[in-house]
């Protein structure tokens, strides 16, 4: 069974702090993995989508990088503002049908 | 485009009530799930469908149940609610998962006493 972790489970940072969230997952026949946001009492956002196939994905001050073979995704966000606190989430896709398998979460604070 | 929408928001029910948690979509989306966040255990996926009248259990099915009439409409049905069924459930549709992303309803938010 595909298990997905994310370390830390909560991080402060101040403002302006480059910064690393960790997802290892256990099995590496996954059709892509996703990163997500959730904003308190709401739902969630895709930030990122990595295909199997690659090994990162950017989008503005967010990039993505995938190692299939060892189990593992980073999320590095850039120049880290308030606006970014919120918790974030991985999943991996492990069937074509729609079963997303998702981490635990990490829980961001960024500090002014 | 509305996106994924979901009814109600918030919903107190008693044990043993049934009940039916609307999910919507205006984007010809073809797949669609049902996951419910619980502290501590993240998010499960209990049932989800590839396309209308098509679908299938995930990893929490016991005590729900769903259908798929048309592409886009996909209701989760509660049984007999219990109060282990307290939680908040999100909605989620993609066109095609493995190279598409997935947009998330705002969830509701469900308690049973």
């Known amino acids: 069974k595909q298990e997905v972790t994310q370390i830390p489970a909560a991080l402060s940072v101040p403002e302006g702090e480059n910064l690393v969230l960790n997802c290892s997952f256990t099995d590496s026949a996954i059709y892509n993995l996703q990163w997500f946001r959730q904003d308190p009492g709401k739902g969630l956002t895709s930030l990122l989508l990595?295909?199997?196939?690659?090994r990162e994905q950017t989008s503005g001050r967010l990039n993505a990088s995938l190692d299939k073979s060892s189990g593992r995704s980073t999320l590095y966000i850039a120049a880290s503002q308030p606006g970014d606190s919120a918790t974030y989430l991985c999943?991996?896709?492990?069937?074509?049908?729609?079963?997303?398998?998702f981490g635990g979460g990490t829980r961001l604070m960024v500090k002014p | 485009n509305a996106g994924v929408t979901q009814t109600p928001k918030f919903q107190v029910l008693k044990t043993g009530q049934s009940m039916t948690l609307q999910c919507a979509q205006d984007?010809?989306?073809?797949?669609m799930s049902w996951y419910r966040q619980d502290p501590g255990m993240g998010l499960r996926l209990i049932h989800y469908s590839v396309g209308a009248g098509i679908t299938d259990q995930g990893e929490v099915p016991n005590g729900y149940n769903v259908s798929r009439s048309t592409t886009e409409d996909f209701p989760l049905r509660l049984l007999s609610a219990a109060p282990s069924q307290t939680s908040v459930y999100f909605c989620?549709?993609?066109?095609?998962?493995?190279?598409?992303?997935?947009?998330f309803g705002p969830g509701t938010r469900l308690t049973v006493l």
């Open positions: 990595i295909q199997s196939s690659q």
């Open positions: 984007m010809n989306h073809e797949y």
């Open positions: 999943a991996v896709l492990v069937n074509a049908g729609n079963m997303l398998t």
């Open positions: 989620a549709s993609s066109y095609y998962p493995v190279t598409d992303t997935q947009y």
